[in-house]
């Protein structure tokens, strides 16, 4: 339900006046009953107004996975991350305006062998947005982190559609606790495509075969930050 909100200005004047109004008369000519019916009448309307502000300022988060990815090792191949969770992927034909700008969280555990590659892609409608392959040394139940910032630079079909994104990967080398970073940026103004739906998957792939190779997702966020 929709709530007007020049009615609503205007009751709480009408309101503010009626109470005016009542420190003028006679107080004989009052009772409570009348200030309990202005009273619940005014927190009638700001809970509409509540109501209106809430469902028409919306939250910047698109997407938040509540259930762990599935376990991917090289005898998976290429293998989508996401699971179930709340919110969507993906914003429909002509949903983009030129400046808008997303970002991505994912973060989860892995193990792998030494100078392992695992290749990340990030995919609009099953085409790569960002393909990185990283060699990742060894490491043991230790933590990763994707981070992506997207942002749509025009609109339009392909050709004229354009999207930058920008990111890391970072996890940890077991032996030393050192931290590595792995970071991208990709220009799409080939296959970036406004005027028809788009859809967001991420995918993980072993390129190279260690039986200790495995990794999974925990957490995967998606927000709307322009």
Not at 51 to 71: A, N, R, V, W
Not at 78 to 94: C, D, F, M, R, Y
Request: aromatic residues 10%; without cysteine; hydrophobic residues 35%.
């Amino acid at each position: 339900m929709a709530y007007n909100y020049a009615y609503i200005k205007k009751r709480i004047i009408d309101l503010r006046n009626e109470f005016h109004t009542l420190t003028l008369k006679e107080a004989d000519l009052w009772t409570w009953k009348h200030v309990e019916y202005y009273l619940n009448d005014l927190a009638i309307l700001i809970e509409e107004l509540d109501t209106e502000i809430s469902t028409t300022i919306p939250s910047p988060g698109l997407f938040s996975q509540t259930t762990d990815g599935p376990l991917i090792t090289f005898a998976d191949g290429e293998t989508s991350v996401i699971s179930s969770g709340i919110g969507q992927l993906s914003v429909p034909a002509n949903g983009f305006k030129k400046g808008d700008a997303f970002k991505l969280e994912i973060h989860g555990d892995m193990d792998s062998g030494n100078n392992q590659d695992l290749r990340v892609r990030l995919n609009n409608n099953s085409i790569p947005i960002e393909d990185i392959t990283i060699t990742v040394i060894s490491t043991t139940a230790e933590h990763f982190n994707l981070s992506t910032t997207f942002t749509v630079r025009e609109i339009g079909p392909a050709g004229t559609g354009i999207l930058l994104s920008t990111g890391a990967f970072s996890y940890t080398k077991t032996s030393n606790q050192e931290s590595r970073v792995i970071q991208f940026d990709t220009i799409d103004n080939t296959n970036f495509d406004t005027t028809s739906d788009s859809v967001l998957d991420i995918t993980f792939e072993w390129l190279t075969n260690d039986p200790t190779n495995a990794i999974y997702v925990q957490g995967l966020n998606l927000y709307k930050i322009f």
